[in-house]
């Protein structure tokens, strides 16, 4: 019996694959680029990359002692700070962004700018060389405007962070002096003392930097003996390099107080037979610049003790007694 035509239908629809199963299926959605969100909340990235990637090779040319002229760090400090706020205006939470705008606004002198944008730094910033740089320039700042105790705080911190050789000796010449303000010689001493065996004399400024610090310490606790050996042993490994190795640990390693700079040359030049005439300019523009009563008191026995040699030097030896 041939079955009905509209069974027969319904039998060979059945058995035709589904329409479903004939269609191609659909392309797998594409997934969204890597940076897309990088790029939506950081659209200048690649702008500000470039920006801090200038902005490091003109701070690592300040402080480098050979990297700049006295007139060209100017110009380089003009510029970081003109860069840094720029990319401040791009990504104003990078943090990065906002280390480098400190750093230069606090070697362009704006201490209380430097102060915030760095302890802005400092709440999210990782350890290391970076976060101790920013330590030291907030404890530098500390110590100039008179807190003492914040400063030895802060500058602890920076010298107990893992760091690069330089932002160490930093560190702990800035805390050494840190203690001095505090009343505690001995722990600057100490403090000092430390660095230089961490950082034997190798003929870099980093390795004179602590031993000429150390003898201006102890000169200025009355040591004299302990400030002139430690300079005596300086000036023997250092040989004729001597006084241009402690003039480079110097612009590199500046003390915190910039009047400090005359104590520092000063001690150095007195040290040195060619330089009397030098350490005693140098002496005088220490008492002119308004330091602490007794630091001017122990300069100006410095430079009167140059005066009665170079008054000796120029006194005629005496003629020889003519015998009868």
């Known amino acids: 019996m041939r079955p009905a035509p509209l069974a027969a239908l319904l039998i060979a ?10 269609m191609p299926a659909p392309p797998p959605r594409a997934p969204e680029p890597a940076d897309f969100w990088a790029k939506v909340l950081h659209p200048h990235a690649r702008e500000v990359g470039e920006t801090l990637q200038q902005l490091e090779i003109a701070l690592r040319q300040l402080d ?32 990065d962004v906002v280390y480098f705008g400190g750093a230069f606004a606090d070697a362009a002198g704006r201490a209380l700018e430097a102060e915030r944008l760095l302890s802005l730094y400092l709440r999210t910033a990782p350890a290391g060389a970076r976060r101790a740089d920013a330590l030291v320039r907030i404890g530098r700042i ?26 160490m000796v930093r560190a702990r010449v ?48 009355q040591q004299i003996t302990a400030a002139f050996e430690v300079l005596l ?21 500046p003390p915190p ?18 330089l009397t005439v030098e350490a005693h300019r140098a002496w005088r ?10 630091l001017a008191a122990r300069a100006a026995a410095h430079r009167q003790a140059l005066e009665r040699a170079l008054e000796a030097e120029r006194r005629p030896p005496p003629r020889p007694r003519r015998h009868p």
């Open 13 to 22: 629809l059945a058995s035709l694959p589904a329409a479903a199963d004939m």
């Open 64 to 95: 480098d002692p050979y990297g700049a002229t006295d007139r060209s760090r100017v110009e380089l400090v003009r510029n970081g700070v003109r860069m840094a706020r720029y990319a401040r205006t791009l990504d104003p939470g990078d943090p």
């Open 142 to 167: 500390a110590l100039r405007q008179g807190r003492a105790a914040a400063a030895v705080d802060l500058l602890r911190q920076a010298a107990a962070q893992l760091s690069d050789r330089f932002t």
């Open 174 to 221: 800035a805390l050494a002096h840190a203690y001095e303000a505090t009343g505690d010689v001995g722990a600057a001493v100490a403090t000092l003392r430390e660095l230089n065996e961490q950082v034997p004399l190798d003929g870099d400024p980093a390795s004179v930097a602590g031993h000429v610090a150390l003898a201006v310490i102890y000169d200025r606790d």
């Open 233 to 253: 042993r300086l000036r023997t490994a250092m040989d004729s390099e001597y006084v241009r190795l402690s003039d480079d640990a110097l612009r590199a390693f």
């Open 257 to 274: 107080f910039a009047i400090d700079v005359h104590y520092y040359r000063a001690l150095v030049y007195e040290t040195w037979p060619y």
């Open 285 to 294: 523009a220490y008492e002119a610049g308004g330091g602490p009563p007794d």
